[in-house]
């Protein structure tokens, strides 16, 4: 598939993406962060980013927790997020994490 995908995008597989679903994966272009796009909504809203939570599970999740205001792991992170960010939910997201994280 990366063949497929060309130069400046990414491609990774994902393990389960919905319960039933498996053999998925995502394309994503190696020039577009989440980061980048927060980022960018806060200066269109007049927000400073150090006024954002951002939650996250997955490595490309990694800008966006270290950049912002308050960064937060999922439970259910992968191992490349371990120690990233400010704190980490109780619950995965299938457990509805960032819900519950909210209402603590």
Known sequence: LQALAGDGWEVR????????????????????NKADGLRALCEAIDVPPQNVWAFGDDSNDLRMLTEMGWGVRMKNHLPAL????????????????VAKYLRK
Not at 13 to 32: A, D, N, R, W
Not at 85 to 96: F, V
Request: net charge negative; glycine share 8%; charged share 30%.
């Open 13 to 32: 597989e994902i393990k389960q993406l919905l319960p039933g679903i498996s053999k998925t994966c995502e394309v994503q272009s190696s020039s577009v």
């Open 82 to 97: 371990t120690d990233i960010g400010d704190d980490i939910t109780e619950y995965s997201n299938q457990e509805d994490g």
